[in-house]
């Protein structure tokens, strides 16, 4: 049997373990990614670990999410970032360049690397050819000090495309229907190689989109073979230096085999409020609109921007809605400037927006009360748009355009002759917006505002739990839920005593205090359905927990990134073993757990007791032995500080 392409990459960065079933391996890390909203705590934590230089090929901070400037906090997060950029020989792409991974496809990524990112689309790199993941900001800040990154061994499941997608139909839709097909937990542990006659319709922009939001599939990551799209986008972007051919063996082995053929794709929308509802545009069609926006990481490039601008020229956006457009980075803006698109965006009505994440992470454009917004986005999470009873839908850039002229959502189709766009044979490309490291940092000063607060100690984790059940809640908790995003938090982004008081903030707002009164009372622990953890990579929605006094999350089952999260910071997580212990247990109950230290060493199951009911269940961990003493130590800052003076 030969290699599928996330093996060959998987092999040539094995460090640790060996591939198979059911093992941990660890792989090298050749470049990272981190950005403004989880990458201050990354430089954090660099820090408290004593780091002086990153041991990667290329690391890289972004500035794309922390963008509103109401107050010096974002802007003390900017310069801080800048300076400890320059220190520990980070590459910085300055406020204006354009959304991390947008730009990080375009300038950094590379076939056959392997990337991790303190985002949980990170994987939008694997539209390259490469094995992007996203993780908490802690795995990346040992990867970026040349440690290797731990993964439980995915399945690679090939997902084989045939025929070509038919007019007014995107590359949206091919990941909308792997959510219709899998929902978001379907990929939990694997990765998606997307292969087959199908792929020759895709150009990269487009394939990163489809791994993009493999990330709303619970996947590890999702990557494309390198091949001739691959060399055209590298060349196009002046790096064709840069381009290998990756192509799968003839008689690649998958473990899972899935296929979409392309000719009957229709036009997709996930309806709120989790991105695997999804259904065909046109049940929905007729629902009345009150806002638009295309952008986010996963569809700002330039076609989907040209497209939009072809659609809206000499039209003029619905009286009832409120359109914005994002360009992905500098260049895809630059790019539509040349060339007279961004005239016939200002002129149809649209608001366009700076380069950046924006609406996405609720940085601005709330919906109205109730209203309905179309979003060319990745989550459509309670909340996260900044308005709690708004209706958000996810759906491609050709659906977003028309539905926006006709100020109803609409299936595209209905509209005319789809857009020819004539892609770029070069891009215009400036790098002068990325500062690069001085090989000497020793006269760098770093800056510190008043914002920033390093991370407290943990202690130990104790042999023994007593403590309150302070939340019960149901399946599918996006770590949005646990710990939201917007305007108003993402401020205190490096201060977790005030980043803390919005946890759960938006689903149960005396989950804070109610914390705080079990703090010196044992603490607390949370108990979760399915799913539990899902969406951004956020470490917050871990540390401010645990800042919080939470001893132990117990739940049906974990979503990848924020389980490890959960280690890292020495929160206990356990599943239940019987699902139906979980009706068994309310908010309120006390539970015990005794000799936890030897129950998580010795074997999976540990024995949980409920004071209050008398009664009591088996839970079940699926630890490695690695991360059982990380959990152990107190969390990953722990271990590392461990091993160091060893
Ligand atoms: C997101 O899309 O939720 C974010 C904001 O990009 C997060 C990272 C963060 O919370 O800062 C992600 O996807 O990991
Ligand atoms: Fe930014 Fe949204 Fe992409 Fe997250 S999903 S990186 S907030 S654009």
Same mark, same amino acid.
């Given at each position: 049997?030969?290699?599928?392409?996330?093996?060959?990459?998987?092999?040539?960065?094995?460090?640790?373990?060996?591939?198979?079933?059911?093992?941990?391996?660890?792989?090298?890390?050749?470049?990272?990614?981190?950005?403004?909203?989880?990458?201050?705590?990354?430089?954090?934590?660099?820090?408290?670990?004593?780091? $002086?230089?990153?041991?990667?090929?290329?690391?890289?901070?972004?500035?794309?999410?922390?963008?509103?400037?109401? $107050?010096?906090?974002?802007?003390?997060?900017?310069?801080?970032?800048?300076?400890?950029?320059?220190?520990?020989?980070?590459?910085?792409?300055?406020?204006?360049?354009?959304?991390?991974?947008?730009?990080?496809?375009?300038?950094?990524?590379?076939?056959?690397?392997?990337?991790?990112?303190?985002?949980?689309?990170?994987?939008?790199?694997?539209?390259?050819?490469?094995?992007?993941?996203?993780?908490?900001?802690?795995?990346?800040?040992?990867?970026?000090?040349?440690?290797?990154?731990?993964?439980?061994?995915?399945?690679?499941?090939?997902?084989?495309?045939?025929?070509?997608?038919?007019?007014?139909?995107?590359?949206?839709?091919?990941?909308?229907?792997?959510?219709?097909?899998?929902?978001?937990?379907?990929?939990?542990?694997?990765?998606?190689?997307?292969?087959?006659?199908?792929? +020759?319709?895709?150009?990269?922009?487009?394939?990163?989109?489809?791994?993009?939001?493999?990330?709303?599939?619970?996947?590890?990551?999702?990557?494309?073979?390198?091949?001739?799209?691959?060399?055209?986008?590298?060349?196009?972007?002046?790096?064709?230096?840069?381009?290998?051919?990756?192509?799968?063996? +003839?008689?690649?082995?998958?473990?899972?085999?899935?296929?979409?053929?392309?000719?009957?794709?229709?036009?997709?929308?996930?309806?709120?409020?989790?991105?695997?509802?999804?259904?065909?545009?046109?049940?929905?069609?007729?629902?009345?609109?009150?806002?638009?926006?295309?952008?986010?990481?996963?569809?700002?490039?330039?076609?989907?921007?040209?497209?939009?601008?072809?659609?809206?020229?000499?039209?003029?956006?619905?009286?009832?809605?409120?359109?914005?457009?994002?360009?992905?980075?500098?260049?895809?803006?630059?790019?539509?400037?040349?060339?007279?698109?961004?005239?016939?965006?200002?002129?149809?009505?649209?608001?366009?927006?700076?380069?950046?994440?924006?609406?996405?992470?609720?940085?601005?454009?709330?919906?109205?009360?109730?209203?309905?917004?179309?979003?060319?986005?990745?989550?459509?999470?309670?909340?996260?748009?900044?308005?709690? $009873?708004?209706?958000?839908?996810?759906?491609?850039?050709?659906?977003?355009?028309?539905?926006?002229?006709?100020?109803?959502?609409?299936?595209?189709?209905?509209?005319?002759?789809?857009?020819?766009?004539?892609?770029?044979?070069?891009?215009?490309?400036? $790098?002068?917006?990325?500062?690069?490291?001085?090989?000497?940092?020793?006269?760098?000063?770093?800056?510190?505002?008043?914002?920033?607060?390093?991370?407290?100690?943990?202690?130990?984790?104790?042999?023994?739990?007593?403590?309150?059940?302070?939340?019960?809640?149901?399946?599918?908790?996006?770590?949005?839920?646990?710990?939201?995003?917007?305007?108003?938090?993402?401020?205190?982004?490096? *201060?977790?005593?005030?980043?803390?008081?919005?946890?759960?903030?938006?689903?149960?707002?005396?989950?804070?205090?109610?914390?705080?009164?079990?703090?010196?009372?044992?603490?607390?622990?949370?108990?979760?359905?399915?799913?539990?953890?899902?969406?951004?990579?956020?470490?917050?929605?871990?540390?401010?927990?645990?800042?919080?006094?939470?001893?132990?999350?117990?739940?049906?089952?974990?979503?990848?990134?924020?389980?490890? *999260?959960?280690?890292?910071?020495?929160?206990?997580?356990?599943?239940?073993?019987?699902?139906?212990?979980?009706?068994?247990?309310?908010?309120?109950?006390?539970?015990?757990?005794?000799?936890?230290?030897?129950?998580?060493?010795?074997?999976?199951?540990?024995?949980?007791?409920?004071?209050?009911?008398?009664?009591?269940?088996?839970?079940?961990?699926?630890?490695?032995?690695?991360?059982?003493?990380?959990?152990?130590?107190?969390?990953?800052?722990?271990?590392?500080?461990?091993?160091?003076?060893?």
């Amino acid at each position: 049997m030969g290699d599928s392409v996330a093996q060959k990459i998987l092999k040539t960065h094995l460090v640790d373990g060996e591939i198979g079933p059911g093992n941990e391996i660890g792989i090298r890390i050749d470049q990272t990614l981190h950005q403004d909203a989880t990458g201050t705590m990354v430089m954090l934590e660099l820090e408290a670990m004593g780091l $002086d230089r990153v041991k990667t090929e290329r690391s890289v901070t972004y500035v794309d999410h922390n963008m509103l400037q109401s $107050d010096f906090r974002n802007a003390d997060d900017h310069r801080y970032l800048q300076s400890v950029a320059q220190k520990l020989g980070i590459h910085y792409s300055r406020p204006g360049n354009g959304i991390c991974h947008q730009v990080h496809l375009e300038r950094f990524g590379a076939p056959g690397r392997t990337l991790l990112g303190s985002d949980s689309h990170t994987p939008t790199g694997g539209g390259l050819g490469m094995i992007a993941i996203g993780a908490g900001g802690l795995d990346v800040a040992v990867a970026a000090g040349g440690g290797a990154y731990y993964l439980p061994c995915p399945q690679i499941v090939g997902v084989r495309l045939t025929g070509r997608l038919q007019p007014w139909v995107a590359s949206k839709d091919i990941i909308l229907e792997m959510l219709r097909r899998l929902s978001v937990k379907g990929g939990f542990g694997k990765i998606f190689e997307y292969h087959g006659p199908g792929i +020759e319709c895709l150009d990269v922009p487009a394939r990163s989109t489809v791994c993009n939001m493999g990330a709303e599939l619970g996947a590890t990551t999702s990557l494309f073979p390198s091949d001739w799209q691959t060399k055209k986008y590298l060349e196009a972007m002046g790096r064709g230096e840069h381009w290998q051919e990756l192509l799968p063996d +003839e008689n690649a082995h998958y473990d899972e085999l899935l296929e979409i053929n392309l000719d009957e794709l229709v036009p997709l929308i996930a309806k709120p409020s989790n991105p695997d509802l999804v259904v065909p545009v046109s049940e929905v069609a007729g629902t009345k609109l009150h806002q638009v926006c295309v952008g986010s990481c996963t569809n700002s490039s330039f076609h989907d921007l040209a497209i939009c601008a072809n659609v809206l020229n000499g039209n003029v956006v619905a009286d009832n809605v409120s359109m914005t457009l994002t360009p992905g980075s500098k260049n895809v803006f630059n790019e539509i400037a040349e060339n007279g698109m961004l005239a016939d965006i200002i002129n149809a009505g649209a608001r366009i927006l700076e380069s950046a994440c924006g609406p996405c992470i609720g940085m601005g454009q709330a919906p109205p009360s109730q209203g309905v917004s179309l979003r060319t986005f990745n989550r459509n999470f309670l909340g996260r748009s900044g308005t709690k $009873d708004a209706y958000v839908y996810l759906c491609s850039p050709e659906v977003a355009v028309v539905s926006a002229l006709k100020g109803e959502i609409t299936d595209p189709r209905d509209w005319g002759e789809y857009p020819a766009v004539t892609m770029p044979e070069k891009y215009l490309v400036d $790098d002068r917006m990325i500062i690069s490291p001085p090989d000497d940092p020793s006269g760098v000063v770093v800056e510190r505002g008043p914002n920033i607060v390093p991370l407290e100690d943990f202690s130990v984790t104790p042999d023994s739990i007593e403590s309150e059940v302070v939340l019960k809640t149901a399946d599918n908790i996006s770590t949005d839920h646990i710990m939201p995003a917007g305007a108003k938090v993402l401020p205190f982004r490096s *201060n977790i005593p005030e980043i803390s008081k919005f946890t759960y903030y938006v689903l149960d707002p005396g989950f804070h205090d109610r914390c705080l009164a079990l703090k010196d009372k044992g603490g607390s622990i949370i108990i979760g359905g399915s799913n539990y953890g899902q969406g951004s990579s956020r470490e917050h929605a871990a540390i401010a927990p645990r800042y919080l006094g939470v001893k132990a999350v117990i739940v049906k089952d974990f979503a990848r990134i924020h389980w490890n *999260n959960l280690i890292n910071f020495g929160i206990v997580p356990l599943q239940f073993s019987e699902l139906a212990d979980y009706d068994t247990v309310e908010q309120g109950d006390r539970l015990a757990i005794r000799n936890l230290h030897a129950q998580m060493r010795n074997g999976r199951e540990v024995q949980v007791d409920n004071l209050t009911k008398g009664t009591g269940f088996t839970a079940k961990h699926t630890l490695s032995e690695r991360q059982v003493a990380v959990l152990l130590a107190g969390g990953l800052i722990n271990s590392v500080k461990l091993a160091n003076a060893s």
